[in-house]
């Protein structure tokens, strides 16, 4: 299986910052890599899929690169509704994988 | 606008047998690279692939659980349903049902209901 490693599991930030969490895979998943945004008590809301496209919706200070192995997803101004838990995960082959998910919290 | 709704019993015993069924609106199962996947979240951890259908009927599970799921579908009512055998505590978590098209990531989600397994 295909392991997805998320760091840091805990980010503490304000709002206006930059925040960059990144996502390691076990081996190359080229770019079959998507985030999540996970807040309680709501589904997941898919942000970045195929590693660098924006979900319809999702605003552009989300971003996302990487390839084969080393991926990061980039909140370029964190604003009040952006803390949550990211969540990233690959669908190279099966089974899918999840990391084990950041925590963005307030400084 | 595609929405997908789970359904089934919040509270099952040790042992039991957990059927959820997920009700789809929006899309049809029926058409051609349409797939439902399962995930769940246990509480304070992360998530976890369970099982996917396809719109042919193709069927994918994680391997750590493949003894214990079946999912199937029911074209008729356009639900998809699985089932998980010999449930334990462990299991405890919020299980949600998951749109894709085949080659594209999972995009659009249910609302989750959360399982308790309990004696």
């Known amino acids: 299986d295909i392991q997805v490693t998320q760091s840091p599991s805990t980010l503490s930030a304000s709002v206006g910052d930059r925040v960059t969490i990144t996502c390691r895979a076990s081996q190359s998943i080229v770019t079959w890599l998507a985030w999540f945004q996970v807040k309680p008590g709501n589904a997941p809301k898919l942000l970045i899929y195929k590693a660098s496209n924006l979900q319809s919706g999702v605003p552009s200070r989300f971003s996302g690169s990487g390839s084969g192995t080393e991926f990061t997803l980039t909140i370029s101004s964190l604003q009040p509704d952006d803390f949550a838990t990211y969540y990233c995960q690959h669908y190279h082959n099966y089974p899918w994988t999840f990391g084990q998910g950041t925590r963005v919290e307030s400084k | 606008q595609i929405t997908l709704k789970e359904s089934g019993p919040a509270l099952v015993k040790p042992t039991q047998t957990l059927t959820l069924t997920c009700t789809l609106s929006g899309f049809s199962i029926s058409t051609s690279e349409v797939g439902v996947a399962w995930i769940r979240q246990p509480p304070g951890k992360t998530l976890e692939w369970l099982a996917l259908?396809?719109?042919?009927?193709?069927?994918y599970y994680n391997p750590s659980l493949q003894s214990r799921l079946t999912v199937t579908k029911d074209t008729s009512k356009n639900q998809v349903v699985l089932t998980m055998t010999n449930m334990d505590p462990v299991d405890t978590a919020t299980y949600y049902c998951?749109?894709?098209?085949?080659?594209?990531?999972?995009?659009?989600w249910g609302q989750g209901t959360l399982v308790t397994v309990s004696s």
């Open positions: 998951v749109h894709r098209l085949m080659g594209r990531p999972l995009d659009s």
């Open positions: 259908i396809y719109w042919d009927d193709d069927k």
